[in-house]
């Protein structure tokens, strides 16, 4: 028998380190060449990684949410044959290489010398101790329920039950009417150890303390890296009435993915950006680069049971609405799921988030660092709209479009805006070519 340790392998594009999201083995199970030991989350997606060899755990590395670096070792094995670790090492944990390490059973104390046994001294006789104090000797120091003067309500019956056990009625609470004090209520605040009941809401002053991990702290991450950046964000009406009855026309064909507003809304980002292509960007600080792409890979933001995840369009002027509708679908349920690759979830250029029926009347989304443009879609409502001779119902929402200022003036963000609106506004547009 041997010990086999496993490194954190290379999971590709540059990836220098890894969190732990979740042990998938514990010390002592047995694991299989190929079977998955950990989930583990980068700046991408998370990834879970097999074992290379067959063998049962007798160590990992840390705990979910610890860090390890790409190349330290990740977990050890015990296998048939010689292993890979030295012999003189055993089983042992290594003494570096990962963020937080299995402890370690102290080593055996040397024996001690024997020395001559002392005489026996007596044993101290033991103190008596002292009697315990009924409930109801609590009561003197509680406060009175009651103001001074303030008679109780209860039968002489209970009240002879109060005398015997030394309990001050005033302290009680009754449930009777008028707050009469009962046998049952008598029964309560002495099994209580003589403290009153408490009436009505009570503060609580809990405090729960929650280890920020795994997507949620990636989350957070983005959110600091956001807030170096001067953003700005354009709010816009939009009368989607047009756009609502073509798209109940379309499902009403029954053809393909059920059609929502987010294919449209795709379809239009793609042609405005084909007109702005600097909206189609990301912003390298460091290197003071702004690297602009020709296929607009679109992210979708989707809430999900792991949290917030931006599964990615890719290529999506080549797609054709149902083309987009069917893609928006199955990466929003791979992300659900928690199925989604690697690559799905990385490499966007330009993002749309959505809250859908919870939308607000407006919001201000945060730009999903390095991109230098995001389209927020907010809640669709019917509102009054004046035609210029009189007020009918419309189907409108807001768009909030947030931009890199570093990266894109005023100017161009509110000229893309408006082509968006226009977009929207007369749907066909959408479909014309050139």
């Given at each position: 028998m041997g010990?086999?340790?496993i490194r954190m392998p290379d999971i590709g594009e540059g990836i220098a380190e890894a969190e732990i999201s979740e042990w998938l083995v514990k010390p002592g199970d047995v694991l299989r060449e190929d079977d998955p030991m950990v989930a583990v989350m980068t700046d991408k997606a998370t990834v879970e990684i097999p074992s290379p060899v067959t063998g049962t755990v007798v160590w990992q590395a840390g705990q979910p949410g610890d860090v390890i670096a790409v190349g330290a070792e990740l977990i050890r094995l015990e296998v048939d044959g010689?292993?890979?670790?030295?012999?003189?090492?055993?089983?042992?944990?290594?003494?570096a290489g990962s963020s937080r390490q299995a402890e370690t059973a102290p080593p055996d104390p040397e024996p001690a010398e024997p020395k001559a046994e002392a005489p026996p001294k007596p044993e101290p006789e033991p103190e008596a101790e002292p009697p315990t104090p009924k409930p109801a000797a609590k009561t003197l120091a509680a406060a009175p329920l009651r103001p001074?003067?303030?008679?109780?309500?209860?039968?002489?019956?209970?009240?002879?039950?109060?005398?015997?056990?030394?309990?001050?009625l005033r302290l009680v609470r009754g449930s009777g009417p008028a707050g009469r004090i009962g046998h049952e209520d008598l029964d309560a605040f002495i099994a209580s150890g003589g403290i009153p009941a408490p009436s009505g809401p009570q503060p609580d002053s809990a405090v729960e303390e929650i280890r920020v991990i795994g997507l949620r702290r990636k989350i957070a991450e983005r959110m600091e890296a956001a807030n170096s950046i001067p953003q700005i964000t354009i709010v816009e009406e939009v009368d989607a009435t047009a756009l609502e009855d073509l798209r109940g026309r379309m499902n009403a064909q029954g053809k393909g993915t059920r059609l929502t507003l987010l294919p449209?809304?795709?379809?239009?980002?793609?042609?405005?950006?084909?007109?702005?292509?600097?909206?189609?960007a990301h912003y390298d600080a460091q290197a003071g680069l702004i690297r602009r792409f020709g296929g607009v890979h679109?992210?979708?933001?989707?809430?999900?049971?792991?949290?917030?995840?931006?599964?990615?369009?890719?290529?999506?002027?080549?797609?054709?609405?149902?083309?987009?509708?069917?893609?928006?679908?199955?990466?929003?349920?791979?992300?659900?799921?928690?199925?989604?690759?690697?690559?799905?979830?990385?490499?966007?250029?330009?993002?749309i988030t959505s809250l859908g029926p919870l939308g607000?009347?407006?919001?201000?989304?945060?730009l999903n660092v390095p991109e230098v443009a995001i389209v927020g879609v907010n809640r669709l409502a019917v509102r009054p709209f004046w035609n210029g001779a009189a007020f009918e119902p419309r189907k409108m929402m807001n768009l909030s479009c947030s931009f890199d200022h570093r990266v894109i003036d005023g100017w161009d963000a509110a000229v893309f805006v408006a082509r968006l609106k226009e977009l929207l506004e007369t749907p066909a547009l959408i479909f014309v070519e050139g």
């Open positions: 010990i086999h340790a010689p292993g890979n670790v030295a012999a003189e090492a055993g089983a042992a944990a290594p003494a001074e003067g303030e008679r109780p309500i209860a039968s002489p019956a209970v009240r002879a039950r109060a005398r015997e056990a030394g309990v001050d449209f809304i795709a379809r239009a980002i793609v042609r405005a950006v084909h007109e702005q292509p600097l909206l189609n679109l992210g979708i933001a989707a809430q999900t049971p792991h949290g917030l995840m931006v599964p990615v369009v890719r290529h999506a002027e080549a797609l054709d609405l149902r083309a987009t509708a069917a893609e928006i679908a199955r990466l929003g349920t791979a992300a659900k799921e928690g199925t989604a690759k690697r690559d799905e979830l990385a490499g966007s250029t330009i993002t607000a009347i407006a919001s201000t989304p945060i």
